[in-house]
DNA sequence: CTGAAAGCGCTTACAG
DNA sequence: CTGAAAGCGCTTACAG
């Protein structure tokens, strides 16, 4: 392998002159520079990352961790933060945590052994583990999407509060009264988040929150199909579903469609994220928006006052109802 | 911050007793091992990947660069790889080529840097930059879903080529002669692949190849609205399309929606990739489907026979073509 | 503007 | 089974 000091023999320098000009140090002679330059192209030389971050404070790498690279918000997500972070000099590792709190701490562990400058995380579990050791060692780090209640890291997440409520309000208005609600986990912050803003907006609407009604889901297709099965069981099934996201919402379709429920006059449907392909649907699905893009844009200028040795203050992004055919029939009685 | 040198003190033994007992070296005595893990559990500490490295030959990391991670296909292959790669003691670090070769090459370079064991890349370009690099560097590297002709690399790719001739012959079965075909890049291998592909299909049917029924899109949804787009402004327009990826399919479908295009006994439409939803949509889509599960898998298991210096031969993976509702009726004149 | 030297945090023959 | 020592490939005060 080519290192430094074959670059620095072919250029005739010396090592130090050589990783001077390779890192931009103004304290060299264009003579210098034009030797050494040639010497990389020559031996196309890439500097060991490992050997500089030893020495070095920084890697000029950030770490991307999402709970499930298959949801296509977190995709976006991940494309969005990718984008910002080269623009910003940084290159991003990404890991998956698939949802599962052990495979968060062994990508959390990988990312801090590498050394990351800082780490971008959809946080699962209570803040124990591995969280808890970023903390502890000041690694600069953003919090998306979700938080952990109780630390306190800056955060980019979804005021859903907005949306749900509009989403609601909108259902009613439909004619709608039983209104089923598939919630994600309750044990991370958007899924208990999601839920208290079904039941404030049903209760501000003047509605029985019934239990029957609500649905544990965990942000996955299955779960949304489980959800389904379970309302079209009731003696009295709701007549419009809300999903708090768009995998519960895809299985939740899957199983309607598998049951034979068409969606329109009798049957509403709401999803909570905006998928490209869902105002391809027939009918389209009405959505509860918010942008992937503007949260991992945000995320990475936040990680980067904190690498700086700022203390940005959190933001919330806003989101809307954005109504399609799923809902925007009227109710119709049904049929005894 | 701690390094194994604070371990070792607390633990009362030298450095190279804790380097020991960390990296599982068994000449070690069951009470050095019992110390030094009480120390490491209460300081915390993880060793420094980037020290680690410098002196060992590995990292136990590999890199996946894929083409576009807001591609479905690629978001369940990035999903597949890293489940694959943890089982077999890897860290997988992500990037995101976004279909550009600079970006490519940028995430490639940071990869040589970080020295990671092997690569698993869906390639770009025509080998020159750093493909060229890795190559020369000898690192490791699996081709996934696409090749670069003329480079040695092991490779997991799709069979495109059965797929598309059932499609074809499927859709001549239901009438059709006039089918459109969107393509991709012809500088990916894919792209390139899947056009001959189907214009063997073509003429093995006894169909005429019109240059007007091929239009070349570039993988995304854009170009799949576009090609559309041209094929109704035609005289005489197909009345089948097969799509060359998920993502020009649902450009495509956006593009038939918008013109008030209905999918079933005048137009037919086909798409390469299936996306777990494509079934959801009414009419459900047609489909070529091919397994990013089994070609994840696939990839790691040669990387690592790479890596343990074998050399593995490539592997093609079957396509099949799952007929639905979309191209399932018989073609009915058009009205005049 | 340049070079010699020390050192980042580990690992690994070597000797015992 | 253990420790002292050398060294991986860089960078960075330090002195000139």
Redesign the pocket.
Known sequence: ?????D??ALA????????????G?????????DRVAAAVAHLD????A???A????HTQTIGLLVSDIRNPFFADLAHAVEQAALEAGYVTLLGNANEQTSQQDLYLDAMISQRVDGIIVAPQGDGSGSIKSLIARKIPTIFVDRVISGLDVPSVTTDSDTGIRQAVAHLVAMGHTRIGYIAGPQNVSTGHDRLNAYVRAMKSAGLIVEPDLMFYGDFQADSGSAGVHAFLSLADPPTAILAADSLMAIGALAMLTRQGVQLGSRTALVAFDDIEWFALLKPALSVISHSAEDMGATAVQLLKQVIDGESPSSVQLPSELIVRASSSERLRARRK
């Open positions: 392998v080519t290192t430094i000091k670059v620095a005739g320098v010396s090592p130090a002159t050589a990783s001077r000009v390779l890192s140090n103004p304290a060299t002679s264009p003579e210098s520079r030389f890439k500097p060991n490992q050997a500089r030893l020495r070095s404070a």
